[in-house]
């Protein structure tokens, strides 16, 4: 069964002090892995697209890296202003074609 | 560019009416989509479209309808509200189903 898993479900960090977030996934045939932003109230906003194993791409703060099992946010020195969940979903290919979102990490960096 | 719009913010319903949330989006994309966001779970689609008069079912449909009369609008419709609809509501459209989506900002559904 395809499936995502997000760790940890919550982490608090002073501001600066860098961490990961973890979305680890079992699916049969990876298109794609995103990462999205969401702030209490509002719709996920995009952060960054996957498409292979050892790919990166940063924006900012954050840092997002794919492996073949599990993809981490890696956020560096962060602010306050990065409070937010970060939510990962994983595009399945094939004859599924679907796209399955993680539950989620609830960020909270203190000033 | 105002990007996707869902109305209303809030509503409150009673079990067995029925209402209809509001969807647009004024960036020209063929593909649009509900999703309902619960506590402790991921976003789950409950139906998409991929252009004008073409809907699809998705993970979750029972209890909803959608309709798909122009690009821009995808309203989704209750015909008889449950409890277990109580949720947050996410409309989303991309170009195509491999591209992120853009979200609106979501309508929370409280049904007693």
């Known amino acids: 069964e395809d499936q995502v898993t997000q760790s940890p479900e919550a982490l608090r960090l002073q501001e600066g002090e860098s961490s990961s977030l973890n979305c680890s996934y079992t699916v049969s045939g990876l298109r794609g892995l995103f990462w999205y932003r969401q702030d209490p109230g509002k719709g996920p906003e995009f952060l960054f697209t996957?498409?292979?194993a050892g790919e990166e791409k940063e924006k900012e703060r954050l840092k997002a890296t794919l492996t073949k099992k599990e993809s981490f946010l890696h956020i560096t020195a962060p602010k306050p202003e990065d409070s937010a969940t970060y939510l990962c979903?994983?595009?399945?290919?094939?004859?599924?074609?679907?796209?399955?979102f993680g539950t989620g990490t609830l960020l909270a960096v203190q000033p | 560019n105002a990007g996707v719009t869902q109305t209303p913010k809030f509503q409150v319903l009673k079990t067995g009416q029925s209402m209809t949330l509001q969807c647009a989006q004024d960036m020209n994309h063929e593909y649009m989509s509900w999703y309902r966001q619960d506590p402790g779970m991921g976003l789950r689609l409950i139906h998409y479209?991929?252009?004008?008069?073409?809907?699809d079912q998705g993970e979750v449909p029972n209890g909803y309808n959608v309709s798909r009369s122009t690009t821009e609008d995808f309203p989704l419709r209750l015909l008889s509200a449950a409890p277990s609809q109580t949720s947050v509501y996410f409309c989303?459209?991309?170009?195509?189903?491999?591209?992120?989506?853009?979200f609106g900002n979501g309508t929370r559904l409280t049904v007693t």
């Open positions: 479209s991929v252009g004008a008069g073409i809907t």
């Open positions: 996957l498409y292979s």
């Open positions: 979903a994983v595009q399945v290919g094939g004859a599924t074609n679907k796209l399955i």
């Open positions: 989303a459209s991309t170009l195509d189903r491999e591209r992120p989506l853009h």
